[in-house]
């Protein structure tokens, strides 16, 4: 499959002699029905024809990445959104981006250590693992020893990490009404705790707001499930957060244990705002909470 | 898979970015022509690539040289791969104002523009013919220019340079909105990218059923812009979208909603107040008045009515006969067709209620409405019974047809309270009898049905008949197919068993469809019961069993498994020993095409009326393979036709609808055991075209004699005389 462009009248060089096609839109009709008739075979010889007699165009690039995973080669598919990645302008790779889909996709079924992120996310991990080292030692153990999780990844979005869902191939994305919703709370120094990983999202957005001099605001998250947390903690380097004890996370079966040592120290105020469900921690801590006020 | 791209892996030959900032750079110099040169030469080296198109709209548009800013991007949206450039895209400010600095004319976009207002004001003219010339004489809106946005047109402020973009919030809510069924009204054209993003998202139901959409729009300059921005002819005469628009925008609005055919709006969105004292009265004008309503009933209600029932049940009088179809189930709309015609052609009256457009929703004062009109002495449907239509009056008996183990009426736990004394059942085979008995339903008002067939549309043709040479074939099957066993096993797990809330379950899901499907892969050709799959699928339950909503939940799981994969997989068994066997055989209906092994079989969709009776009668065989039942409506419609059957034999205890019952074994209908059993008896059969055709004409001879229109609406009749003497006393 060979491509012919378009000519604008300036350009003074004769397109690709082929008339193959004359879009990418033309070219992506083709590729789909070879993945519809599953003719696997062929269409990796296209795909590799296209790349090699195009390999500067994003489309192309694209398309490669999109049906090599449609293909099941979530490998290869990874390599050309590499290239994409590297080829593309600045700001035209986004959620909207309908190569999305298939990027995460192929992220998600792919061994861990074969993402391209890997680097990343571990050192995310790593950073956030030793700053909480200081405070929670038993916990960084338990994380450490603990297995990935099996429904989340932590994994690239053009750019930045996200967790993704492997039932749903799609990126995690706090509701809307989130965003209105917290939108005058960041504004405030109100101590908050966030019920759950979620999202990953909720957590940032408030640590991103909170990093002023004039804002420190407390962040305590709980987390029962460790593969959770772990994946939580390879988003992104909070670390910093960490260490000045702008956030407390607690973590695993020994979050109340955890969570009862620090409060009864009465140097850190009580949350006023929930993010998520407190249903499934919030008998247990009860307990500790008013044991920490008394003190 | 072997991938390799050697040598590219990971050296691009060029980044886009790096290129945009050289180039960025000697533009920034403001030297035109070096500029022009450069990119002339980054064209040259990259004729496919979109981005050297952006990158020199981009720079054009800083130099204002607007037009071939344009041409390089139009260029560029007309090669780039579908979504990737869109609203979002960093190069949308640049065309935007590539556009607004040309002239209307230089987009090339006029004749796109007058296309799409002419299709939509000829479409609004045959429902609003006011309103549609009234557009056509108005001005075009100042301060609005329609331009094109990576091939899709939209409206963009020349003063601002804005263009309308609609905002994710408000996606979410219109979502949320057309996907529960709730439809809605739009107060104002708006943006125009709202409506247009609503219409995109209303969802069309499995069988076409779909939504109105409401637009109020008192000024006629909008909607004209509206009109020329999209083609939206189609949306229009569907009645999908519902303009009240101009100076009579509240005349029409009274006009559509006093048909009682469409449903009150169920969410205002934009600003209502220009039209909000109207609104208030649209519920009150899709019913009709208590006077209306009591009247009905008490024709009903009295001794007149009593009389006219005496009189049928003596037979001195035919009952008037209200059908109730439904436009988007094409098997109940061509069976109440059937039994209408056979009605008749008996000498009875007869009115059918139907939906006109696949937006409808009649309300109950339609019903009523019709029946004040009409009054039936007795209501008809196919699958459908009263508990479906309760502004019936209770003393309208209702006769159904049950012909689908599936219909809605199967699924309430109790039955008998809902119904009446005088309405009956007639169910299509035992099965269905059993079910409604299981619901309360007293014998005396169940009855057995088969399906009719009309015989003006099916019979016999001469040989040499050009529709009869089109459809030539040594075996033929006509039955809609979904994909092949792969792919129906991989969509039922997405549709019926992905449940992300409750993970427990979904797992001991997975366990029993597991199960089943080993089962059935054991032997593909084995017949195999409802009864077996849910003995199976109960007893594989963790102790203690589920909640009653969840055991609800694996019972549909069972019977949808079974509809989706078992029924296709028993299917595509013996189809395939067919295909083996080098016969000539074709498989009509929907999507068989996208069948793996079967595709080169597809004969496409026919028509249900002259093409599907020519393809009865250009198969040398026509198949019948169901895991439920040897009897089925295409078997009578194809014996009228005079095919030659060969019929896959199921157990006849378990036989939901015996073909035995109407045909005699042999001398008019053959039977096959297994696939061996089926390609022996399709060679025999070939080779002895005499034997075989005298076979298909006993068979024909008697589906034309018993099993008519006619005579199916006479029996019905007779029933429901019996049924009302017994009544009455």
Redesign the interface.
Known sequence: MTLTAPTPQSSKQAPHPSQAASSWKEVEGYLEALAFRKEFLQLAGELRDLVTAYPSSTDARYLAGKFLTRAGEPEAALIEFEMLKDLALRGSLSLEHPATESYIAAQLEVDSERLPCRRLREENLGANLAALAAFEPRAVEELKGATDATNLRAVDLWGELVLACATTKRPKRPSLSFYESVQNLLQTSAPVVFWGVHTGQEVLCFLRRSSRAELKRFHYLFEKDLPTLKEFLRLKDISAAIEDERLKIFGGPELFDAFTRIFSTGRYPPPLVNIGDRGDYFSRLEGGGDEGRRR | ?????PG??RA??????VE?ERLEALAGRGNLQDT?DA??NL?????????A????GRILTRFGEFR?AF??FA?AA???????L?E????TPYLVTAQLGLDEEDLRIQPRLARNLGANLEALESIEPELARRISLSQDPENRRIIDLWGELIVADPRTGKFAATS??FT?EVKYDVKTGIPVAFCGVGSCQEILKALRLAPIGFLGETLPIYLFEKNLERLKLLFRLADLSGLIRERRLIIFGGPDWSKSMQRTFSTLRFPAPGNYLGDKRPYQPEFDRIRASIDISPGEKEEVLRYYAGDAFKNRLREIAAGRELPRVLIISILWTTVIRDMGARFEKGFRELGCETHTIIEETKVEELSDGFFLRSIGRFKPDLAFCVSYARPSYKALPDQLPFLCFSMDDMGPVLQLPRLVEQIRPADIFFCMGRFLKKQFAARGIPPFQLSEMIPPADPEVFHPLPPDDPMVKKFSADVAFMKHNWCDLDQNLKDFIRWYI?D?KNPPFQRVLQEIVRKMHELVLADRGRVIFAEEFLEMAFSMLPRGGLPPEWEARLRTVVMEYMAWVYNYSFKYYFLEAVARADLKLRLYGNRWERH?ALSAFAGGLLANGEELNAAFNGAAISLHIHAGSTMHQRVVEGAQAGAFFLVKRLDGEKDHLRLTDCFEEDREVVFFDSAADLVEKCRHYLERGDERRAIAQRMCERARREHSVRSAAGHMLEVYRGHLKRLLG
């Open positions: 898979m072997d991938y390799p791209i590219i892996k691009p030959v060029c980044s886009w970015e945009s022009l990119l002339e064209l040259g080296d990259h004729p496919a690539s979109t981005e198109y952006l990158i020199g071939t041409q390089m260029a007309g090669m780039a791969a579908c979504g990737t869109g979002s895209h960093p190069d994710e919030k979410e992905s992300p793996s």
